[in-house]
């Protein structure tokens, strides 16, 4: 069972940078895709950015794009989420996700890989906090 430890959150100011990394284990070859999500309080869940490995490329949520970049060590899968001209918006739990395949192969995830569902991902994190003050 894949295991995913996130680090990196914390406070800073608005405008600032922060990079959240995201340390894997026991993942296997199968293990595809990766996402980072967030969640504000009293909000939903939401994805931020994805990365499949096997080719299909990076997707970005509306409020991230231009700002936030999303990528991956391939030596030993730790995933990173760069995080540019920071909101106060943007304050949240950020969660790590992946999969490999137990969920993610479905035609019904594979088609909706732009709108980077949680329900798609079935491995997470416990989560860093980043507090972004204005």
């Known amino acids: 069972q894949v295991q995913l430890v996130e680090s990196g959150g914390g406070s800073v100011q608005a405008g600032g940078s922060l990079r959240l990394s995201c340390a894997a284990s026991r993942y296997t070859r199968s293990t595809n895709s990766w996402a980072w ?30 700002r936030f970049t999303i990528s991956q060590d391939n030596a030993d899968k730790t995933l990173y989420l760069q995080m540019n001209s920071l909101k106060s918006e943007d304050t949240a739990m950020y969660y790590c996700a992946a999969d490999d395949g137990s969920k993610d192969a479905s035609w019904y995830c594979i088609s909706r890989r732009a709108s980077i569902l949680q329900e798609c991902f079935g491995y ?8 972004v003050s204005s």
Request: proline residues 3%; charged residues 20%.
């Open 37 to 66: 999500f967030r969640q504000a309080p009293g909000k939903e869940r939401e994805g931020v950015a994805s990365i499949y490995t096997d080719g299909h490329g990076t997707y970005y949520g509306d409020s991230v794009k231009g």
């Open 124 to 131: 997470w994190g416990q989560g860093t906090q980043v507090t």
